[in-house]
Structures are given as structure tokens and as C-alpha cells.
């Protein structure tokens, strides 16, 4: 056992505490401005306690759209899901195949496909934004989940954590496979998937936040307010170059419920995440 | 870096290659076609009329003198983004790692600003710092900091290396912490019967045994300040005050998205696509040695 | 059953079809209007639909201006343009010289048959839209203008009279002064630099913000922002800023919230910013037209507008081109303008919207709300008619930045000015070139 000293575990605590407070204080202070009314928030200084406004004004966030407003949150909230899961599960699953293939294969062109996959690991949407747009619309996908979706799945990040991890599983069980005569799907499918449960679950996390979090593409794509997801409706809610006032407190509800998923993604998942990240990336 | 042991198939690597590819050409090698033909023409806004130039677009961005400072901007901002998120992110790991018991409670606190989309926290953290409105900015004041990033470029700068550093504290917090984990507690026991104290064990032991982890997550910080924190400046600085927060990536989306000058981003974005080329090829040779050691 | 089950399905379909068949006339109509605005939007879109059967506008909210307007433009380059793109003002160029792309809005009525008369609508405003050859080119839809808001309150404490705002520039420097001495933390801020300290500023003076009739008369106009006039403006300003009385919030909108915070007394801004600011400043405001320097001959004039303006793009069917020009006449009605400029603070676009407002008693209920109108109705010269140039939203990005520099004391405010000057001409040239 280390040492104990009583000045170290002061410091520990203190760091921590501090590091928590910093870190903690932008986000509590998003879900302190959710419970104010809209005087409460313009107060200067702003109270950094609690004003007891916030039911009342989830049901003004959750409420707008009905009738004659902009979208409710609630659907927004949905289409976020639906495009956060669908860019999470197609990242995974093209990708877990595309590196099985590049990683337990040798064929022709091998180097080529492997080059062509891992070009795309760094590009973000944003820097071909343009062009990409023209490919989706000739194909027909705006306004369609679709359309939201598969151009972002377009990126090597995901092939590339699970080509790490594929090179760290011993070759004996490989060499046990074949010697038992299972062919490359059945090796994939009972070893290889069951190895890479925690991979797959830190990519999730990864991949979910990453499509709950998409801004600029929602925006450009989607026509159909229906379809627009929460993280465009937040910054809907600003007035930036607008001339109308903003209600921070309703921004502040909206953009609270808007980091809920994810969060809680990440909280409930983070065993798996943390580990199947330092899993595959050693 | 290969397997030795591997299956032979004439026809399935391509059957499982395949979806990936086809979205790759189709999303990314054709857009990145696109811009690289673009980017060799002088075009209107509605690409109405097209006339071929050769590579004076891209003459022209390297004879601007403010493009070649956004290329400063950018390492500036990348280095301070990395060294802020990952000094930080070691120094609460390392005090976390200490309390083994309260870790996963520092944890779920810590956890927080990866979940914020940087849309979000753009909105969020002006908020807290505009100088009209901003709570923090309100505080500055009463202590006597003449707070404006609006006009002061050292604070702008400092303001979004924050912001950005903060959004990623959680994911570089989490590596350091899974490493730190890893590390036998044993070494640490014998150094200490050595009579090394906490401190001289730390540089002894501790941090050469993060190097690893340290320097993937100094390639991932560098990425992800040069492109995913686009969101970040726009809700903020917008570049300025003149243009001393305009990163390479905020460049190209404000030449071309705002701009509506196709041709000049195209050859923006081609240089970048270089950038990111490079910097994988980088990562490829790293991640390959480590691997094979 | 399976029978069963598909052929009800095929029904299904069917019946959805023939609904569809019946169904009104989608018209999508993108626009950049946020909070209360977005509501008002989406409210005028129902109105209409619900006063016919035959088409359906949909509002899509696509963002800030310049957001919806490059939407719009990679929605027109993919075939996919909007029938109804709400442009800012300072896009008008672009729009103008995409001649393959738009529908001029006078075309569209005349062939449609809806009654379109450019004499009924306030000179400054169709002015800013009107091509060359008098055609109106888009529909003015929320075009304000450049006022002045004063915290009457805080006059009164320093001393000055509340019912009398500074008229001048030295007037407002003195009175600045006066403020600063009585403890306000700042006396005086301005929203959208470039629009209102030097677009709005020059039209005021009626002196050139560039040439060939600010780019109306071609597209080798160049910037001439930086004369004596300009420079001696903007050095004012930094000199009142050295002093902290003038303090900057920001290249948008944001200076507005240093005044309704009681931060700063005299605030120049949009004069739709006037709702706003009656439902967040806790003090007694007054507005004002703009301040002018008393020498320059031909002050004042008219400030320009702001804002925006709706056009109609091309490669859309028939039916819906009748069912925008069905759609204008509706927002051009005098009771709809009136409530649009009542409720928003935009500029009513009519003579006739503003002659109902003003019969209704609403500018004695609501002091200040005319001042703008006011300052609008005058006849335009050729040089506060407006701006005509390409590549502006670039060109008013220039400008902040360089006047960024002078409010940071990194540049002399001739040197900026100068700078934006020749970097703002460079984007010009380009504009010439691609527009060619």
C-alpha cells in the first residue's frame, strides 16, 4: 500500500472538487436558467440558484409547434434519436464488416480498398459540405432519414477502432477456427462479434453522440421541418441576427433536454466506452 | 501490422467491403472530385456560368496574407486546445485514480461536456461570457478584469482554446483514467519503498507508461481542434475580433457556405484534404509501430 | 388472407393517391426568421392557407440570412430551389445578377394576372429592389431601417432633457459626455457596424458608399468608403471609445442587449428591434432618427434599409407560380401590412398600410414607432436610393473586421478604412468577373 499523507488526500479532494465545479458549472448553470422565468434570467448578475419555473416551462418548450409555432421539441427530440441510431447501428455494422474483411483477408487491391476506407478517417462533413449536398440531392435523399444519415456514415472513424482491436486478438483462435473447419463467417460470427462486444458498445456511445450532435448537414438537408432534429431547433430558438428577443430561459430548457440522451448514453454505457476505446486503441 | 493468420475467399472480402466502399465513393470520393473540379474554375454563386482557371485559385489563397495567418490561427489554436485538454484531463485523472472509491462518482460528473453538441455549447458558454449578458463576465468585471473578447484578441483566442478544451476534457479525462488504471500498482509500491515520493513517481513511472495514451490522444486533440470545433467558433467569435480566431476549417465554411465563393473554398478545401491526408498517414505509421512492438 | 391483406394495402395506397391528387398546392417558402418572427411567419402562412383551398405555403426556417440564402443557392444548383427564398437585403446583388435563376416578382404578377402596382409601395423600399429598367425584382416583405433609442431616464439623471435627443454628431458627442460624467457605464453603442455607421451613414449624408450610384448603374462600381467624411466618423467613434463612452457589443445584433440592460443610453439599431426593446428595457426610452454632421451638405437624407426581401425562383410548376403570386397579393393587403408592421417593428411596405396604422391610433399609443417610416419617406437620390454591389455579405464582413481593428487600437481609422476599401474592391472584381 502507498503512503498516506494527510496534505495529498487535502489536495486530492480539493483538485477533484475544483476540476468538478469548473467543469460541472457550465452545465448546471444551462439547467439552473431552464427553471427561471424570462426576468429572472436577464437579472444582473444572473441567480445561480434555481427559480422554480421549470415545469412550466418544459410545457412551453414541449408545446411550441402545437398549432400555429414552430416544432415541438418532442418530435425534434425523436428525429435526433432516430438519426443518432441510425448513424450509430450503419457506422457499426458497415464497418465492422469492412474491417474484418481488410484485417482476416488477402485479395487483390487489398492495399487500394484499405487506402480508399482510411482516407475518409479524419474529413468532416463540414469541408465538403457543398458537393456533398449536389450527390444527395441527385439521388434523391433530402428530406429523408436517409439523406440525414448515410453521407455521415461516409467516414473511416469506426473501421478504423476495430481494425485495432481485430489486430489484437490472438491468432491462435483463428488457427483453432479453421482447424475446427469453421469457415471466415462462422469465425466472425461466433468469435470475433462475441470479442468485440465492448468495442461496439464504445462506438456506440461515439457514434450516437457524434449524430445527436450533427448541426450544419440537418440544417442544409432538411426542408421539412418535420424531419429537423433538436440541436438545429436549440440555435432556432436564438435570435443571432434576428430582431426579435430571445428567451433564454426557454432556450436554456430546450438545450437541458437536449443533452439529456446523450448524457445519458454516455453515463449509463461509460464502463463499456471507456473500455472498449483503451481495448482497441492498445 | 498484418495478420499471419488469415482466410482465403475469391469473392467475400469484396461482398463485405463492399457497403462501406459504395458509401465512401459515392459520399465522399465524389463530393472530394467535386471540389477538387471546382476548385480549378471561377464560378457565380448559382453556378450559372463556369470559366476555367488553371490554378489561380489556389495562387490566390497562398499570396493572402490572411490566409497564410489563418494557417497560424490554426496551430495556435490546436496546440492550445491540446495542451489545455490534456493537462487538465491528466491532472483530474491522476487525483481521480487516487480516490479509487469516489473515481466513478468524479467520473459521472466529468462525463458531462462530451455529451454537449458544440452547437450547444457554443450558445451555452456565451452565455456565460458575454460581456452584456454573461454571468463569468459579469463576475470578471466586479474583480476588476476589463473582460471584452468582442475587441481583445488575446481573450477571444483564450475564450475558444477553452471552450474547446472543455468539450473535450471528458473524452482525454476517461483515457488517462482507463491508463492510469492499468498502470501495476506494484512499480508504484516499489519506487515507493524506494523512498520516491508522489511527485518524483509520477515523472518517473507513471507518465512514461501514459505515452502511449498520451500521444494518441495528442493526435486525436490536434484533429479535432482543426475540424470539429467549426460549430464552436461560429457561435462565438465568428473569427474575430478581425480575424484572429478564424481557423482554417471556419474559412472554408465562411468563403464558401457564406461566401458563396465556390471556387476559393474548393481550393480550400482540397489544401485541407491534404491536411487530413497527411496527418492520417501520420497516425497510420504511429498506431502501425506501436502495434508491432 | 395474405390476398385480403395486400389488396387492402393496394387500396390504401390508392385512396392516398387520390388525396394527394386533390390535396393543395405545396409551396415551399424558406426564410430566416427567429423566435416571435418564426411565429408571425408560420401565423401570415396560415392565414393564407386558410383562406383557400388551392395551395398551401409552407414555411421552412433555414437558419440565419446568409445560412438560408446559400441553402437556397445549393438547393437551386441541385434543382431542388424553394418556390419563395427570403434573401437579406444585401444579397440583392447576387439574386439580381442570377438571371437564369430567379423570376423578377413584377414578371410573375403581370403573367399571373394579380394586381401589382410599384407606385403603391414606399419609394426607399421598392427602390432597394427595383432593377434598372423599373421592373421590381423581389417582394419587399420585412425591410426596417436605421433609428436611434435613447434611455430617457437616464438623461433626465444627467442632466439633459429627456424629450430631446441628440440631433447632430457633436450634439451627440456632448451629451455623451454629460453621461459619462453622471456615472453611466457607457453612453453610447451601435448594432450592425457596417450597416448603420457607414451604409446607413453615408445614404444619410447623401454622399457615395461606392461608385456607379452605389453599384446601381454597373458592376465596376468601387467602394469609396474612405473619405474625409468616413474617416473623420469613424475616428469620433474611437475616440469616444478611448474615452468609454462608446462601447462595442458585437458585428450583429448583440449591442442591443447593452441597452435594455441600462448599460449603455443611446443605442442605434434596426428599427424592428423596437418590440424587443419594449419588452425588455425597464426604463422609459425614447426613438430618434439618426445623428448627422450639420456641415455635410444635404444632411440628412434618408437612411437605407435593412432587412430582407422575398424572391421567386425559377423551374417551378405553374400552379405553384400562381399560388405565390396569389400569396404576395395576400401580404400585400393594407390590414395584413398594417398588423405585420405593428406587431414586428418592420416597416410597413405600403403607403396604404402605413395610412391605416396611422389612422388607427397606433403611433399615438405607441411613441416612436413612426420615426422610422418617417425618415423613409422622403424621395431617394441616387445616393441613399441603396446599395447595389456583389459579394456584400463578404464585403460586410471585411468591414467589421477592419473596424474591429480600429476599435482595438491595432490600425488608425484611415488605414482601416483604407484596407476595407481595397480588400472589399478585390471581392468586387471577383463578383465582375463571375457575373460576366
Same mark, same amino acid.
Request: hydrophobic share 50%.
Given at each position: ?91 457499426? @455494422? ?189 | ?293 | ?14 385512396? @392516398? ?253 434596426? @428599427? ?36 430582407? @426581401? ?127
Amino acid at each position: 500500500m502507498l503512503e498516506r499523507r494527510p496534505y495529498l488526500d487535502l489536495l486530492t479532494y480539493t483538485v477533484l472538487t475544483l476540476g468538478v465545479i469548473i467543469i460541472a458549472f457550465p452545465v448546471y448553470l444551462t439547467v439552473v436558467a431552464s427553471t427561471m422565468s424570462a426576468e429572472q434570467i436577464l437579472a444582473v448578475p444572473m441567480p445561480v440558484l434555481p427559480g422554480g419555473h421549470f415545469i412550466e416551462n418544459i410545457r412551453t418548450v414541449l408545446g411550441r409547434g402545437v398549432g400555429e409555432s414552430a416544432n415541438p421539441v418532442g418530435t425534434m427530440m425523436w428525429n435526433s434519436f432516430i438519426m443518432a441510431m441510425g448513424i450509430a447501428v450503419g457506422k457499426i @455494422s458497415i464497418s465492422i464488416l469492412s474491417a474484418f474483411a481488410v484485417v482476416y483477408f488477402r485479395f487483390p487491391f487489398r492495399r487500394l480498398c484499405f487506402w480508399m476506407i482510411f482516407i475518409t478517417l479524419m474529413l468532416p462533413i463540414e469541408v465538403r459540405i457543398m458537393p456533398t449536398y449536389q450527390v444527395v440531392s441527385d439521388l434523391g435523399m433530402l428530406n429523408s432519414y436517409g439523406g440525414l444519415i448515410i453521407p455521415i456514415i461516409a467516414s473511416a472513424t469506426a473501421t478504423f477502432l476495430f481494425r485495432q482491436f481485430f489486430m489484437t486478438v490472438p491468432d491462435e483462435l483463428t488457427e483453432a477456427a479453421r482447424i475446427d473447419g469453421a469457415g471466415p463467417l462462422r469465425f466472425f460470427k461466433d468469435i470475433l462479434l462475441p470479442l468485440s462486444r465492448t468495442t461496439i458498445a464504445a462506438l456506440f456511445v461515439i457514434q450516437f453522440i457524434y449524430g445527436w450532435n450533427q448541426y450544419l448537414w440537418p440544417l442544409l438537408i432538411t426542408t421539412d421541418k418535420s424531419l429537423s432534429p433538436v440541436v438545429v431547433g436549440v440555435t432556432q430558438m436564438i435570435s443571432r441576427s434576428g430582431d426579435a428577443a430571445t428567451d433564454w430561459n426557454l432556450v436554456m430548457t430546450a438545450a437541458t433536454l437536449a443533452m439529456l440522451p446523450p448524457a445519458l448514453v454516455v453515463l449509463l454505457m461509460q464502463r463499456w466506452f471507456v473500455k472498449g476505446l483503451v481495448d482497441s486503441e492498445k | 501490422m498484418d495478420k499471419k493468420v488469415v482466410f482465403h475467399s475469391r469473392w467475400l472480402p469484396y461482398l463485405l467491403l463492399a457497403p462501406q466502399l459504395a458509401i465512401t465513393v459515392i459520399f465522399f470520393f465524389l463530393p472530394a472530385g467535386e471540389a477538387l473540379y471546382q476548385s480549378l474554375y471561377l464560378q457565380d454563386a448559382f453556378g450559372l456560368g463556369m470559366q476555367f482557371v488553371g490554378f489561380d485559385n489556389f495562387t490566390r489563397l497562398f499570396t493572402d496574407p490572411l490566409y497564410l495567418s489563418s494557417f497560424q490561427i490554426t496551430g495556435f489554436f490546436a496546440v492550445g486546445v491540446a495542451i489545455l485538454g490534456l493537462t487538465s484531463a491528466l491532472l483530474l485523472a491522476y487525483f481521480a485514480d487516487r480516490v479509487l472509491r469516489m473515481a466513478s462518482f468524479f467520473k459521472t460528473l466529468l462525463i458531462w461536456p462530451y455529451a454537449v453538441a458544440p452547437a450547444v455549447a457554443g450558445v451555452l458558454w456565451l452565455f456565460l461570457f458575454n460581456p452584456s449578458i454573461g454571468l463569468i463576465a459579469y463576475w470578471l468585471k466586479m474583480m476588476g478584469v476589463s473582460w471584452n473578447y468582442l475587441l481583445n484578441s488575446e481573450q477571444a483566442m483564450g475564450l475558444v482554446i477553452l471552450i474547446a478544451a472543455w468539450k473535450q476534457i471528458s473524452y482525454n479525462f476517461l483515457f488517462f483514467l482507463a491508463g492510469l488504471q492499468s498502470i501495476p500498482k506494484s512499480l508504484l509500491e516499489a519506487a515507493s519503498i524506494d523512498g520516491a515520493g508522489p511527485w518524483k513517481r509520477f515523472w518517473s513511472i507513471t507518465f512514461p507508461l501514459l505515452s502511449p495514451t498520451t500521444f494518441f490522444l495528442l493526435v486525436v486533440n490536434v484533429v479535432y481542434a482543426f475540424f470539429d470545433t467549426f460549430a464552436i467558433i461560429d457561435a462565438v467569435t465568428q473569427g474575430g475580433p478581425g480575424k484572429s480566431t478564424e481557423i482554417l476549417v471556419f474559412k472554408v465554411y465562411q468563403d464558401g457556405f457564406k461566401g458563396l465563393d465556390i471556387g476559393g473554398s474548393a481550393a480550400q478545401s482540397v489544401v485541407l484534404m491534404a491536411i487530413v491526408v497527411g496527418l492520417t498517414i501520420v497516425q497510420f505509421r504511429y498506431v502501425e509501430r506501436k502495434v508491432e512492438y | 388472407m395474405r390476398v385480403f391483406k395486400s389488396s387492402s394495402l393496394a387500396l390504401l395506397v390508392l385512396g @392516398s393517391l387520390c388525396a394527394n391528387a386533390q390535396a393543395a398546392v405545396e409551396i415551399q417558402w424558406w426564410h430566416a426568421m427567429t423566435g416571435p418572427l418564426n411565429d408571425k411567419v408560420n401565423q401570415l402562412a396560415n392565414e393564407f392557407n386558410a383562406s383557400q383551398t388551392d395551395y398551401k405555403i409552407v414555411p421552412v426556417f433555414k437558419g440565419e440570412y446568409d445560412e438560408t440564402l446559400s441553402a437556397g443557392i445549393a438547393a437551386f444548383r441541385a434543382g431542388n430551389a424553394p418556390a419563395i427564398l427570403q434573401v437579406y437585403e444585401v444579397g440583392t446583388a447576387t439574386m439580381m445578377h442570377a438571371k437564369g435563376a430567379i423570376k423578377p416578382v413584377a414578371e410573375l404578377m403581370k403573367e399571373e394576372g394579380e394586381p401589382f402596382n410599384a407606385a403603391s409601395y414606399i419609394p426607399a423600399v421598392a427602390g432597394y429592389y427595383t432593377a434598372s429598367n423599373g421592373d421590381m425584382m423581389s417582394f419587399p416583405f420585412n425591410s426596417s431601417t436605421t433609428v436611434m433609442y435613447y434611455n430617457k431616464d437616464a438623461f433626465k439623471k444627467a442632466g439633459l432633457d429627456a424629450e430631446k435627443p441628440p440631433v447632430t454628431w457633436p450634439e451627440l458627442m456632448a451629451d455623451a459626455k454629460k453621461l459619462k460624467a453622471a456615472g453611466e457605464g457607457c453612453a453610447f453603442t451601435t448594432d450592425w457596424q457596417s450597416w448603420v455607421q457607414l451604409e446607413s451613414f453615408s445614404a444619410w449624408h447623401n454622399v457615395p458608399f461606392a461608385t456607379k450610384n452605389n453599384g446601381f448603374d454597373g458592376l465596376d462600381a468601387r467602394l469609396v468608403f474612405n473619405s474625409p467624411l468616413h474617416v473623420r466618423h469613424i475616428t469620433n467613434l474611437r475616440d469616444m471609445m478611448k474615452a468609454g463612452e462608446f462601447s462595442y457589443g458585437g458585428r450583429k445584433s448583440e449591442s442591443q442587449a447593452k441597452f435594455y440592460s441600462g448599460e449603455c443610453d443611446m443605442f442605434m439599431g434596426s @428599427s424592428s428591434s423596437l418590440a424587443s426593446i419594449r419588452k425588455s428595457a425597464k426604463f422609459n426610452f425614447g426613438v430618434a432618427t439618426l445623428p448627422y454632421y450639420p456641415d455635410v451638405k444635404g444632411a440628412p437624407q434618408n437612411t437605407i434599409i435593412g432587412g430582407a @426581401s422575398l424572391w421567386v425562383m425559377n423551374g417551378h410548376k405553374e400552379a405553384e407560380y400562381k399560388g405565390v403570386a396569389k400569396f404576395f397579393t395576400f401580404l400585400s393587403k393594407p390590414e395584413v401590412q398594417a398588423d405585420w408592421h405593428q406587431s414586428t417593428g418592420y416597416l410597413p411596405i405600403t403607403m396604404a398600410a402605413y395610412d391605416l396604422t396611422k389612422k388607427s391610433g397606433f403611433y399615438e399609443k405607441n411613441p416612436g414607432a413612426d420615426v422610422s417610416v418617417k425618415q423613409m419617406v422622403v424621395k431617394t437620390t441616387d445616393k441613399s436610393r441603396g446599395l447595389r454591389l456583389g459579394n456584400m455579405p463578404q464585403i460586410r464582413t471585411v468591414i467589421d473586421e477592419e473596424l474591429e481593428n480600429v476599435w482595438s487600437g491595432k490600425k488608425e481609422p484611415q488605414q482601416a478604412l483604407n484596407d476595407a476599401v481595397k480588400r472589399g474592391n478585390e471581392l468586387l472584381l471577383r463578383f465582375e468577373q463571375t457575373a460576366k
